[in-house]
Structure formats: structure tokens, C-alpha cells
């Protein structure tokens, strides 16, 4: 009677010589034939629009090379779009981050309701930036419910003017980018070990204490990114400072500045330009979060799963 085969007879094991060989000790193998795809994608949709809008942006209709760059910062209107777009999106994302993170931490333990609650919070996805704004210009508005009953129990005389101005896109960014924050912290946190905490607990440490000194630090690295992935959501705001927005003055921001180049002036160059501008205010922002996030996570690389 044969001898049954074992696992290494049915495994065929490149020689180390051959190419092959070299190629999986480097961890290079056929595994990688299914990123192909993904990054045929990437270079598509992303990389190559990229470098096309920044060869266009050295282009202009007129002057020399760097035309574009000197006239959108010589330009105070168009200069004044970097302020107007950070203006809205980093106090968006730090209300939303923190917003998230306190509804966030009681739940973390909980397990009646946090399905529900769940559900209730990420409703607003659903809806979409369009529809958000048409709803506030009917609920908001000076004639919108709010108004009126607040004007029928007498805490104000005349309607508040939360549209049309920096306040109506504030709010706007608020509700369509809460859900977002709040899916990605839960995730984290609730992917960190809670013997961690008990340890502290155990140790005499008070519940602000443990959470300072214990989750906070493990917190980082969800906190940080989440952060990044709303002020880039915020960052590009585009139908809600139109619809709700004043896209003349408060809420001219570099989005729109960069449509209208393109698709009023069919200054291509101008729009990409402006469009350049913004990819490296946001580059920089990013990589000035995510420095914070290295120096403020202490632990191990596999805490938690966000």
C-alpha cells in the first residue's frame, strides 16, 4: 500500500536559480496578477486626468509657461478661494470628527440599539448633496417650518437667514458628511482591545485618565484619517455652495472658480491651474494630520481594525 502524499509533494516549489524563484523570494508572484486591474483603474481615472490637467496648466492662452499660477495669485478674488474653501472645510471636518467621536465612545460597549442608532445616523448618505440642499432650502428658509415656528412662539420677530450664505453650506457639509465620520470611528473603536482599558481600570486609573491616556492615543490613527477623508469630502464642496451657498462671494470656493474658468471663460489652463492649487493646499493639510497622527499613536500596529 502507497504512501499517502503529503503537503509538500503537492506543492511545486520554484528553484531558487530560476527567475521565477527570484522573483518570490522578493515577494513578486502571481498573486499580484489580481492588483493589475485595480491599478490599470488608478492610472486611468486618476493618475492620468492628473497629469494631463497639470501639463494643460502650464498651457495658458497667453504669456509664458507659469501665466495661469501668476494670475490666480496676483488675482485677489481668485486668490481669496483658498480662504473661503478652508474656512469651510476644516471647521466642517473638526465638528464632524468631534461630533463622531462623542457619539461614538458610549457606544462602543453597547450592544442594544447600536444597530439602530447605527442605521439612524448614516441615513443622510442616502440622500445625497443635492437633495440635502433642496430640503434645507424648503425646511430653512424664510418661509421654511423652522422659521415659522419659531417666529409662532416668539423667539424671534424675523426669519433667520441660514441659505444663500456660508452658514446654509456649513450646515449642508455637517449633515452629508456626519455619517462618513461616524462609520469610521465606531470602526476603529470599537476594533481596540478593551482589555487595555481594564487594565488602566485596575490600575486606579479614573474613566478620563483611561480615556486621555489609554484609548485616545489608540484612537489616533482612525481619528486621523477619518479627519482627512472629511476635510477632503468637505474640501471639494461644490453643489451645496451653489444651491445654498453664495457662490459670488462667501462660498466662492476653489471648485467653483475652477468651473467657471473651464465652462464660462473655456480658460482651460486657469482651471487646472486653480485645480492645482487646491490638489496641494489639500496635500499639505493632509500631511500635516497625518504627521499628528505619528506622533500621537503609541501602541502596537495592529490595534484595531479602522
Same mark, same amino acid.
Given at each position: ?32 496578477? $489580481? ?10 481615472? *486618476? ?35 483658498? @480662504? ?42 442616502? *440622500? ?16 421654511? @417650518? ?15 437667514? $441660514?441659505?444663500?450664505?456660508? @452658514? ?11 455619517? *462618513?465620520? *461616524? ?32 484609548? $485616545? ?74 504627521? @499628528? ?14
Amino acid at each position: 500500500m502507497s504512501a499517502a502524499p503529503s503537503y509538500g509533494d503537492a506543492v511545486t516549489i520554484a528553484p531558487i536559480g530560476s527567475l521565477r524563484g527570484r522573483l518570490k523570494a522578493r515577494g513578486i508572484d502571481r498573486g499580484l496578477l $489580481l492588483a493589475v486591474p485595480a491599478m490599470v483603474f488608478v492610472v486611468l481615472l *486618476f493618475v492620468y486626468p492628473f497629469l494631463y490637467g497639470l501639463m494643460l496648466s502650464f498651457q495658458p492662452q497667453h504669456g509664458d509657461a507659469f501665466a495661469s499660477y501668476r494670475q490666480f495669485f496676483s488675482d485677489g478674488y481668485l486668490r481669496a478661494t483658498i @480662504w473661503n474653501t478652508l474656512r469651510l472645510a476644516l471647521p466642517v471636518a473638526v465638528v464632524n470628527v468631534a461630533g463622531a467621536m462623542a457619539v461614538a465612545y458610549p457606544l462602543r460597549k453597547a450592544r442594544r440599539g447600536r444597530q439602530a442608532l447605527s442605521t439612524a445616523f448614516i441615513v443622510p448618505i442616502t *440622500f445625497g448633496t443635492v437633495l440635502v440642499s433642496d430640503g434645507m432650502l424648503t425646511y430653512l428658509g424664510p418661509n421654511g @417650518w423652522l422659521n415659522q415656528v419659531l417666529q409662532d412662539i416668539g423667539l424671534i420677530h424675523s426669519p433667520l437667514v $441660514l441659505i444663500h450664505n456660508y @452658514w446654509g453650506v456649513f450646515i449642508s457639509l455637517l449633515i452629508t458628511g456626519f455619517p *462618513f465620520a *461616524f462609520l469610521l470611528s465606531l470602526s476603529h473603536l470599537t476594533g481596540i482591545d478593551p482589555a487595555f482599558e481594564r487594565a488602566a481600570a485596575a490600575l486606579g486609573a479614573s474613566p478620563w485618565q483611561r480615556f486621555r491616556r489609554v484609548i $485616545l492615543p489608540l484612537w489616533a490613527p482612525g481619528i486621523g484619517i477619518t479627519f482627512c477623508l472629511l476635510f477632503m469630502l468637505a474640501f471639494a464642496v461644490f453643489p451645496s455652495a451653489e444651491l445654498v451657498g453664495n457662490p459670488s462671494s462667501t462660498t466662492h470656493v476653489l471648485s467653483i472658480a475652477a468651473y467657471f474658468e473651464a465652462y464660462e471663460r473655456y480658460d482651460y489652463s486657469m482651471a487646472c491651474a486653480i485645480t492645482i492649487v487646491a490638489a496641494l493646499v489639500e496635500l499639505l493639510i493632509v500631511a500635516v494630520v497625518l504627521t @499628528w497622527r505619528a506622533r500621537a499613536y503609541h501602541g502596537a500596529s495592529t490595534v484595531g481594525k479602522g
